[in-house]
């Protein structure tokens, strides 16, 4: 049983930063990648932030040159370092991960969410 669990959301003033952490447990083999998705209220899920085991990533333009992705393959963790903080900001964020768990071929499980709210 595979589970990813993000912590670090919370409520912060424009201007600040967060630090988001997902870690993944169980029979894991091996990730190919993870990825920080988010939502805000009436809005579509929107991918943020993508990270390939080989350490390649990719950004939204919104977040581009504000946000870090980063993983420890070690500990199956991905982390998303957000600085400069905006209102916008403002949603659920969701880890993504695919990967391989034993007894099972590649497949996408997400996170159950934290909130981050950014206060103007």
């Known amino acids: 049983q595979v589970q990813l669990v993000e912590s670090g959301g919370g409520l912060v003033q424009a201007g600040g930063s967060l630090r988001l952490s997902c870690a993944a447990s169980?029979?894991?083999?091996?990730?190919?990648?993870m990825d920080w998705y988010r939502q805000a209220p009436g809005k579509q899920r929107e991918l943020v932030a993508h990270?390939?085991?080989?350490?390649?990533?990719n950004y939204a333009d919104s977040v581009k040159g504000r946000f870090t992705i980063s993983m420890d393959n070690a500990k199956n963790t991905v982390y998303l370092q957000m600085n400069s903080l905006k209102p916008d900001d403002t949603a659920v964020y969701y880890c993504n991960a695919n990967l391989r768990a034993q007894g099972a071929w590649y497949r996408e499980y997400w996170g159950q969410g934290t909130q981050v709210t950014i206060s103007s």
């Open positions: 990270i390939i085991s080989n350490g390649n990533t």
């Open positions: 169980g029979s894991i083999i091996s990730i190919n990648h």
